[in-house]
């Protein structure tokens, strides 16, 4: 709906901009491990000065330090900088539908720990879970001896919509939750702060920061799963939408009064290309097909991925008509967007993607317009660890350097008092 009223389009605050300009030093300190004072004016096109001076306020504040000399130019040795690894810790938790995943990293980004619990798919109290994250939580941290004042964040996936601004889990289909007020009830336990969000987000931020989508200003990072769904980069910014459910692109209906979907529609796009659905097609063609194994959804789809490599013509004709399904959601995601990327993620892409991709984008081709598809590069993910618990860890570390800039401006203006 349009507002009757104009938009509050206020100018960035001289904190908001040095704000900015600090994270912009770090990010890039954060990717190429260590620079110079003189790569980072050059990589930020900020000034001489301005890098100068956030730097100077950085390593007074611990967050950066020196790492040695190269010589300069002139000859003069001129200091090599990087990020404090031991400034703090993050931690990022991936609770999926069948495991919960703990990783540990230092403020570089380097994983110094990791743990994993299993969690069978039955119906969960919120309360049971709280209590496998809380005791996982404690044994991650007890690997390496760290103290959990040392962690400066715990970043969470949940699986499902997850309202931000409110810490409520709104809808975890598998375990029949709804509105179950996570955060408040973590963060009595913990007393850390917390960063909660779905995976489609976390997923989104590991690709922008260390995958295919690093320096692409706006992509789709597809999940294909047992769940389907993206995560959205919007000049430069994770898309959230009007209450943090963008990117609930498995729910659009591609067949109208279709197959019933988990989500109480009919005919939606998760209905057909997440794993199982994929399973229903092979039933579908092939009721007795021995590339079924009944409860185990991993192995039929890696069966159905081999059988095809191999000329299989029933697991051909599964992934073809998978293909058929997901080019028609591609391609209004394509056509909406006008992304630069898509980078399509997850198990069942890990699996079934290389032997899909062909048939898969000659259908998107077809069913684009012409102009947003000459502009898209389609990838398989390329991440090797789990994109969700490493980008909740960058979540947490984004906020805490942001933070900390916070603070240490609080702290100067204070201090012109
Ligand atoms: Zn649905």
Redesign the pocket.
Known sequence: MLSNFPIDKSQPTTRDIREANRLQILHQLLLRKTSTRQELTQLTGLSNATVANLIANMLEEGLVVEAGTVASQGGRPTAILAVNASAGACVGVDVAETYIRFELYDLTLQNLAEHEIELPSTQKEPQEVVNMIVSGFNTLLDQVGLPSDQVVGVGISIPGPFDHSTGVSVFAPSWGWRDVPLQSVLEKELHIPLYMDNPLKFNALAEAWFGAGRGVETMAAVVLGTGVGVGLVINGQLFRGASNTAG?W????IVAGGRP???????????YVGAPGIIQTLTEIDPKSPLLFSDDQTRTISAIATAAEDGDTTAKAVVYQTAVYLSAGLSSLINILNPEQVILGSWVAGALGSVMLPELLELVEKQSLAQPYKSVQFTLSQMKRNPVSLGAATLVLEEFLASAGRQASAIRSESFR
Do not use: K, P, T, W
Request: glycine share 18%; net charge negative.
């Open positions: 609930e498995g729910h659009s209906v979907c988990r989500c109480g529609n009919q005919g939606c796009l998760e209905a």
